[in-house]
């Protein structure tokens, strides 16, 4: 009987988010809602794109203070061709360092959890391997941009 593939990773693109000021919509019934704009940025790997100004992060901060993370936005390769991305994921950390990262301050990655599941959709055709491919991703949030590297699942 055959056994299914053990999966590994490899790297496949990086991207670098710029990110617009916080939108505080205090508690609502889902949790506490914030949403972060994203208003620019770069895909390199797999292919290379520019992030389009127009899509957000819709955050809901959970009661232990974990940041459940909901992105949606588009980019646009150099050839015309558009990807749309979404990820979902947490960030997590002690109270201190998610303080400290809302703040804008610098935190050592090593302090906090901050991980990806990522999702590509395209109409291109010398894109299409993309949308029959599962991606994760470890995060960085810094000041005003978020840094991913993104892996293939193989």
Known sequence: MNAPAIP????????EARLGAME?????????????PIVGGTVTGLFDAEILPGGADWQVVRPDGAIEI????????????YVYLTTFGVRSGSPEVLAALLRGDPVDAAEYYF???VRLETSAPEL???????????????????RYTAYRVT
Not at 8 to 15: C, D, M, N, Q, T
Not at 24 to 31: E, K, L, P, V
Not at 128 to 146: C, N, P, Q
């Open 115 to 117: 991980r990806l599941g």
């Open 8 to 15: 590994g990773l490899e790297p496949a693109f990086r991207v």
């Open 70 to 81: 909901d992105t949606r936005y588009s980019a646009r390769t150099a050839e015309g061709a």
């Open 128 to 146: 299409a391997e993309l949308e029959h491919t599962i991606f994760v991703a470890s995060a960085l949030r810094d000041a005003d941009r978020i």
């Open 24 to 36: 505080d919509h205090g508690t609502t019934r889902a949790g506490h809602r914030r949403v972060v």
